[in-house]
């Protein structure tokens, strides 16, 4: 199969790896996108769900939060950063956060089929295409998740003017500025570090078996473990692992505000708990960064890739 600049293009954008790595992944695969980054990965030249700095899209996230037991995050999408900060347009994304709080909607096309909260004589979609007519770009409403503590309480956290948009979600049986405090700093953590489950317990069975084959094929291009016993090579696979997740689940990463430097996530809650009597944990948490998996136009990077490629 012919691997065309294109191709190079996308995988190098998928992974972050360079371009010559992605044009020989693909040749190796006969142009199968997944096994070249399978291919990337194993040959330690791209991380696991990495994304290259040019997978963007401009817009906002915003939150919208009611009595401190419902809140619902939203992105909206523009096509360029001078709508994002446009305040007619921040407006419209605030008021469709104030419109997820209150739906029931289980999908965005029943979202975009409810009747617009603002003016009830139109729906959001036709609010949207107007509000499009008038700023004059094409805009996207593109995702919400609504979150509902049955017993406790959530907190949000919204990083970088709009970039990035955090919902925790806690059971407590205290609800205090103390335990809110705790709670947002944690949605600080999540914005920063990005973790992908709460604890290792929520992790599924067949992301680790999967990742256990990346590991031992990575250990197996490892020169420092050529010739090593099988026993071996097993124990670094279980060790290198077990750090991957405590990497990818929030109450085993750091405290990022550790004051010794070591104290997990899952020790700050406790002694939060201990401090103020409280019966806490973290139920779930929502992270959106605005343009996740979406190109932003770049036809220079294009000509980089084919000029590379003779």
Known sequence: MAITAAMVKELREMTGAGIMDCKKALNETNGNMDEAVEYLRKNGQAKAEKKASRIAAE???????????????????????????????QQ?????AEQAVASDAADMDAFMAEAWNADTSKTVKEALVEKVAVIGENLNIRRFEKVVAENGCVVSYVHGGGRIGVI????????????????????????????????????????KEHEKVIIAEQIKNDPKMAGKPDKVIEGAVIGRLNKELKEVCLL???????????????????????????????????????????????????????????
Request: proline share 1%; charged share 25%.
């Open 59 to 89: 817009g906002l996230c915003r939150i919208a939060v009611k009595n401190d037991t419902v809140a619902a995050v939203v992105e909206v999408n523009s096509e360029t950063d001078f709508v994002a900060k446009n305040e007619q347009f």
């Open 92 to 96: 419209f994304v605030e008021a469709v």
């Open 168 to 207: 925790v979600e806690a059971a407590t049986d205290v609800v205090n500025d103390a335990v809110k405090e705790a709670l947002t700093n944690l949605a600080m953590q999540i914005a920063a570090l990005n973790p992908k489950y709460v604890s290792t317990e929520d992790v599924p069975e067949d992301y």
């Open 252 to 310: 085993e990463q750091v405290y990022v505000k550790a004051e010794d430097g070591k104290q997990t996530v899952g020790a700050y809650i406790a002694q939060v708990a201990k401090d103020n009597g409280a019966n806490l944990s973290i139920k779930k948490f929502v992270r959106f960064e605005t343009g996740e998996g979406l190109e932003k136009k770049n036809e220079n990077f294009a000509a980089e890739v084919a000029a590379q490629l003779g």
